[in-house]
């Protein structure tokens, strides 16, 4: 058998440099290039970044050609049959599954931080009530720095760990209280004896004037949910609330970044896409086939929303997770939903067609995930605060992973200047 190589040359004209390998334990090889612009004058061009590796982590394992997804080695199929989420944030935090003394203690952590401060509900009324609530999540955890910023510990770690349990506690309350804010109900206070979603589910639909039972199956549901968005690696918005880490600035600001670049159609906004897409067919603006013509036609501006994924060649295991989820959820509530059918009609033309099978395009996580907050009675612009609610405890693994980092640096790309070259003012009677 050849030598596994260490290194790997790259010639320039009649010069060359040696770069190491780094090899990631499933596999994955990749040329440092540190050494790269000191050495040899030139630097790397990759826009979108889909050839460069901007850490080492240990927190999630994706292979897209397989449709493989693990949280620190396990396999996503088996968090979602037999995990629940805060097991999974602490999972994702630590890297090892929690014992039972260990969970519990971190649940009764995360439950006594759940209320926001009073003055916080004051920020909300000042803000539009048709507000899309993924700019007023956003708006609010950044505000969170503003009540925290005194706080002092004895060491920083024990200060992200605060900061990682207020986030995470507090989450559900901030997204509630949005969407209370809109329909101009009054904020229901956290209920500490329930479990976190069933307490988020609480918040949003309870009422002071009647008693309001979570429906086991909608927890379930919803849980699950917010395990299979729990974390993604390297994704945009992970990858900028690292980037907005990178300057050491707080945590709260970082994960606000995060939030926003959520919410975008590309990343999370797209299950909100998906969901207006089938109403539009559902409502017979077009059938599925005219709609699907127009996702292939590059001058429409038209995608197949819940469609592609920058790693994915292959099916997401979230979305198959889903597509089987929302059949036994449907089922279990007695109801029919159209959008189901259309979606799997979508589906279907798709896998049978030659533009998006060239192109190794396949449901994502976005597909099926809306069919089920719909199930649930979730607005549809609340769709992605939920999954920036289960995306939480990635973006704080991922913060919290690249402050130990020694290698870690301000995150600050380069790029191939292409402007003009050096010319002089003008006075502007001359230009
Ligand atoms: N519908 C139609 N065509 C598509 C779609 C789609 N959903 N996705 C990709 N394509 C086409 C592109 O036009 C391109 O075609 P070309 O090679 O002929 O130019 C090719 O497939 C590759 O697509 P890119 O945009 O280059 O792929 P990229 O990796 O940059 O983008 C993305 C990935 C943004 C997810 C893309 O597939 C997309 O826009 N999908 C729809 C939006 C969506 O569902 N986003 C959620 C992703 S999951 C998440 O973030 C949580």
């Known amino acids: ?32 290039v540190r050494r790269l612009r000191a050495e040899m004058g030139v630097i790397t061009y990759d826009p979108g970044f889909g050839n460069t590796g901007s ?48 969970l519990a203690a971190f649940e009764h952590e995360v439950k006594y931080h759940t209320m926001v401060h ?27 720095s503003t009540f925290y910023e005194e706080v002092k510990y004895d060491d920083p770690a024990e200060e992200r760990w605060a900061a990682a349990v207020r986030l995470l506690a507090k989450m559900p309350t901030i997204a509630a209280y949005s969407y209370k804010h809109s329909v101009g109900q009054p904020f229901m206070y956290p209920r500490n004896d329930l479990p976190y979603s069933a307490n988020a589910l609480h918040m949003m639909f ?19 949910l917010l395990i299979l968005h729990a974390d993604h ?26 939030i926003s670049a959520l919410w975008g159609p590309l990343h999370g906004g797209a299950n909100q896409k998906v969901i207006e897409m089938l109403i539009s067919i559902h409502d017979g603006e077009r059938t599925a086939r005219e709609f699907m013509d127009l996702a292939k036609d590059k001058n429409s501006g038209v995608r197949l929303m819940g469609f592609g994924h920058r790693v994915y060649r292959n099916y997401d295991p979230r979305a198959k997770i889903l597509k089987k989820a929302c059949h ?25 067609d030659s533009y998006f099978v060239e192109r190794k395009l396949y449901p994502n996580v976005d597909f099926y995930s809306g069919i089920i907050y719909q199930a649930l009675n979730i607005p549809i612009d609340m769709f992605t605060v ?7 405890p990635g973006w704080i693994s991922q913060w919290l992973e690249f402050h130990r980092d020694p290698d870690s640096r301000i995150n600050r790309p380069r790029q191939v200047y292409q402007g003009h070259t050096m010319r002089d003012y003008k006075p502007i009677e001359a230009r």
């Open 328 to 352: 036994e959820l449907l089922a279990r509530t007695g109801t029919a939903n159209p959008l189901l059918e259309i979606a799997l009609e979508l589906e279907a033309i798709a896998l049978q």
């Open 233 to 258: 690696e390297q994704n945009c918005s992970t990858s900028t609330v690292r980037t907005v880490g990178s300057s050491l600035a707080n945590m709260f600001a970082s994960v606000s970044a995060g």
């Open 55 to 102: 850490c080492l982590s240990k927190v999630t394992f994706l292979n897209g050609e397989e449709g493989v997804l693990r949280y620190a080695g396990y396999p996503i199929e088996q968090l979602a049959e037999n995990s629940h989420f805060l097991e999974v944030a602490w999972l994702l935090f630590y890297q090892e599954l929690p014992t039972a003394k260990q």
């Open 118 to 144: 009073e003055d916080l509900k004051r920020f909300f009324s000042s803000l539009p009530k048709a507000g899309h609530p993924m700019a007023i999540c956003a708006a609010t955890v950044g505000a969170l």
């Open 1 to 32: 058998m050849p030598a596994t190589p260490s290194t790997a040359k790259l010639t320039i004209g009649d010069r060359e440099i040696e770069l190491p390998l780094i090899r990631g334990t499933e596999g994955e090889v990749a040329i440092d």
């Open 386 to 392: 939920f999954f920036a609610l289960g995306r939480l």
């Open 206 to 224: 309870a009422t002071p004037c009647e008693q309001y039972t979570p429906d086991p199956v909608a927890v379930k549901a919803l849980d699950l």
